[in-house]
């Protein structure tokens, strides 16, 4: 059974700084790798998605990486900001299983 | 283009009243999944449904829920007698057909509908 784990739970900051946050999951049998952030009574935003095939994304101030063969993914935001203040979730796309399974996320505050 | 539209955005339920739950796919998408998250957790998988067929329930509890998604119409999840436990947020996304397109893109959810048992 496929389980993903993200450290640290929470996470705060003082803006400017750089940062990265870590994922983990347990089966390395995945289609692929997304990282959604969840802004506080909102929805889920798709930040980027990694296929199995690759290592990693950027999207602007965002980097994600992916190592399947040791289980782990991180995010990493340069310069943070404020708007960056969310909660950062980590799911898998498992091969044979047509669901995505998400870690409990990191909620992440930049502090101005 | 909407994106997956849920409603309503917040439902309040007294213990043992009845929620429905409501999700209109993005155009074109045959395939509907249901999430809840919990306060201060993930999200957690409950169903994944095509039209007129559940394709994987495992995440479904045992008692009181159902989902569905007829031929016409929105995808519904339904609980029946809720309890305080129940209270959550509920989300929903929608793909294509599964093909290879799907396990390369990502995954649309809707803004989610909060419940609330009293």
């Known amino acids: 059974k496929q389980e993903v784990t993200q450290i640290p739970a929470a996470l705060s900051v003082p803006e400017g700084e750089n940062l990265v946050l870590n994922c983990s999951f347990t089966?390395?049998?995945?289609?692929?790798l997304q990282w959604f952030r969840q802004d506080p009574g909102k929805g889920l935003t798709s930040l980027l998605l990694?296929?199995?095939?690759?290592r990693e994304q950027t999207s602007g101030r965002l980097n994600a990486s992916l190592d399947k063969s040791s289980g782990r993914s991180t995010l990493y935001i340069a310069a943070s900001q404020p708007g960056d203040s969310a909660t950062y979730l980590c799911?898998?796309?498992?091969?044979?299983?047509?669901?995505?399974?998400f870690g409990q996320g990191t909620r992440l505050t930049i502090n101005p | 283009n909407a994106g997956v539209m849920q409603n309503p955005r917040h439902l309040v339920r007294r213990r043992g009243q009845e929620a429905r739950l409501r999700c209109s796919p993005m155009k074109g998408h045959s395939h509907v999944y249901w999430y809840r998250q919990l306060p201060e957790e993930g999200l957690k998988f409950m169903v994944y449904?095509?039209?007129?067929?559940?394709?994987?329930e495992s995440g479904m509890p045992k008692e009181r829920f159902s989902a569905e998604f007829p031929k016409e119409g929105p995808s519904i999840l339904r609980i029946q007698q809720v309890v305080r436990g129940d209270s959550a947020a509920y989300f929903c996304?929608?793909?294509?057909?599964?093909?290879?397109?799907?396990?390369?893109?990502?995954?649309?959810f809707g803004n989610g509908t909060r419940l609330t048992v009293t």
């Open positions: 990694i296929q199995s095939s690759q």
């Open positions: 089966d390395s049998a995945i289609y692929n």
């Open positions: 799911a898998v796309y498992p091969q044979g299983a047509q669901k995505l399974v």
């Open positions: 996304a929608s793909s294509p057909q599964v093909t290879s397109w799907a396990y390369n893109s990502p995954l649309h």
């Open positions: 449904l095509q039209k007129e067929n559940i394709i994987d």
